[in-house]
């Protein structure tokens, strides 16, 4: 097992790696920017180093930084949370070469699902279902528009080594395809440094679910259920919840088998998510994996009854997993909500002080957080301030209990989505599970 | 190594006169230094430094955080980036800078290994140096403390 792991994150998941060490008996190693020196990740850990200023490119996005760090404190392997560096294969491999393990997937497998048309391709090539559309990216402008012909719009444009949103053109009419696709292209080009585009066909009203995935290096990969997230609003996900109201048990079961099989075309190891499009006659379909751990995992964490972050550490040190298929059950329904610094209505960023903070607590409530009374909210990082996560016996029970704790938050000092959360409670199609991807819409 | 050897080297060490060990086995590594600077209590800023590394390797000359002058007129040096400061070009070789020494603008003053990288810390005044705040050898992190120079 490993001495020392440096966390190579900040804010709550920081703090939730450095809990997960903690409970194993792991010397931690926090690194900080300057503008998080008083960061409750920096407090919790057991040695800290400060990688550079405020700015993520300077700090927590500087790999040579990192590695220094890494270096000096002799870690002898990394966390790198989500985001920031967890899917940068460059990353990995440099790591590798330093010997200090990387907690997470090899590079081949970050760097073959981190390129969404070389991921398509290999997913179809497994037998993964796929969305209909181009084998990898397309030459040009013509390409596309008989690739559109062939599969029939709408269609959707995306970049290949894209994500979040950007790179990204619906077309509903052939003769828009040429202007979407030029669009899409200096998009995609500007924000990712690569104007690859490939064709996918749209779906209307598609349901987001996926499958969390766990294997280790000993052959065994195991999934541990499904998550609904179309709670979304420019592909940013606001709540999301396990099991999925629109996920029957012979589903899940069908989804989870080809989830599993997607990670062993690529040797995975690690915790992984296959995220699927679900359309209106059940059918799914690939549409990308991350190679990371989630910042929804909790969800699957109240249902299931695992630790995700400690099966990550374990697997990446060489142990088996230490559990099959069939040892996983799903129980009771989980419902997470991201508070973050925004303004309920407008979604601007409200950075500022948090001056008064108290979480809800009682039973089936778990808050991972790295605010306090007093801290800062700065505007250089993501606007998270904690995910608030309910269990419940039922869905029912779940919402009830989420809406309790929405009314039991107190953070004041900045503006939060808190408001928006109860309103989505509120909403007859939430309650009855009847929602996809466009339901945020209704709220703007 | 076991408890009983560890404490014998302890020991050696403390007999010898020894300011500074160490070694380094399998899954063992033990740095031992005795003794430190004092720190007196000098005001300092660190002011977000964005220059980069001019990297011809293995030694890359870089601009320390830009630094800034306290009502004193001393002027901390701190480090630009994290890595392992060193005082000399090598084990043996003297100093770069010592207590008291003048030093001109865009005079090394100490190494930051990183990554195996050797990167000269050049000062950024004109001066004379009135304090280091590192020892040799020692770990540091972005916008640590390194020396204070009295401008002149």
Known sequence: ?444 | MNLSELKELLELITEQNITEFEIEEKDLRVRIKKGGEAVNGVATYSVESTSPQVAAAPVAAVHPSAPEPTDEGLVVVTAPMVGTFYRQSAPGADPFARNGDRVQKGQTLCIIEAMKLMNEIESEVVGEVVEIFVDDGQPVGFGDRLFSIRES
């Open chain 1, 1 to 444: 097992m490993f001495r020392k792991v440096l966390i190579a994150n900040r804010g709550e998941i920081a703090v939730r790696v450095i809990s997960a060490c903690q409970e194993m008996g792991i010397r931690t190693v926090a690194v900080y920017s300057e503008a998080d020196r008083d960061s409750l990740h920096v407090r919790f850990a057991d040695e800290e180093v400060c990688i550079g200023p405020a700015r993520s490119n300077e700090s927590y996005l500087h790999i040579p930084a990192l590695i220094s760090a890494a270096e000096i404190t002799g870690a002898d392997a990394l966390h790198p949370g989500y985001g920031f560096l967890a899917e940068n294969a460059h990353f990995a491999e440099v790591l590798e070469a330093c010997r200090v393990r990387f907690i997470g997937p090899s590079p081949v497998a970050i760097r073959m699902m981190g390129d969404k048309a070389l991921a398509r391709a290999t997913m179809k090539r497994a037998g993964v279902p796929v969305l209909p559309g181009s084998e990898g990216a397309v030459e040009d402008v013509s390409e596309a528009e008989k690739i559109a012909r062939k599969i029939g719009l709408p269609v959707m444009l995306k970049a290949a080594s894209g994500g979040g949103g950007k790179g990204m053109r619906v077309v509903t009419e052939a003769s828009e395809i040429s202007k979407s696709f030029l669009a899409a292209q200096a998009e995609a080009e500007a924000a990712f440094g690569s104007g690859a585009i490939y064709v996918e066909k749209f779906l209307e009203n598609p349901r987001h679910i996926e499958i969390q995935l766990m294997a280790d290096q000993h052959g065994t990969t195991v999934h541990l259920g499904d998550r609904e997230c179309s709670i979304q609003r420019r592909h940013q996900k606001l709540l999301e919840e396990a099991p999925s109201p629109a996920v029957s048990s012979k589903l899940r079961k069908k989804m989870g088998e080809v989830a599993v099989k997607a990670a062993e075309a690529v040797d995975y190891e690690g915790a992984g998510t296959v995220e699927f499009l679900l359309d209106d006659n059940g059918d799914f379909y690939f549409m990308e994996m991350n190679t990371r751990i989630q910042v929804e995992h909790p969800v699957t964490e109240m249902v299931t009854g695992a630790d995700l972050v400690k099966d990550q550490i374990r697997v990446a040190a060489g142990e088996p997993l230490g559990y099959r298929q069939k040892d996983v059950a799903i129980r009771g329904a989980s419902i997470e909500c991201r508070i973050n610094a925004e303004d309920p209505r407008s979604f601007l960023p409200s950075p500022g002080t948090i001056h008064s903070f108290h979480v809800p607590g009682g039973p089936g409530v778990r808050v991972d957080t790295a605010a306090h009374a007093e801290c800062v909210v700065h505007p250089y990082y993501d606007s998270l301030i904690a995910k608030l996560v309910v269990h419940g016996r039922s869905r029912a029970e779940a919402i009830a209990r989420m809406q309790r704790c929405l009314r039991l938050t107190v953070v004041e000092g900045v503006k939060t989505t808190i408001p928006l959360h109860r309103r989505i409670l509120d909403d007859p199609d939430f309650r009855a599970g009847s929602y996809n991807t466009r339901f945020l819409e209704r709220f703007d």
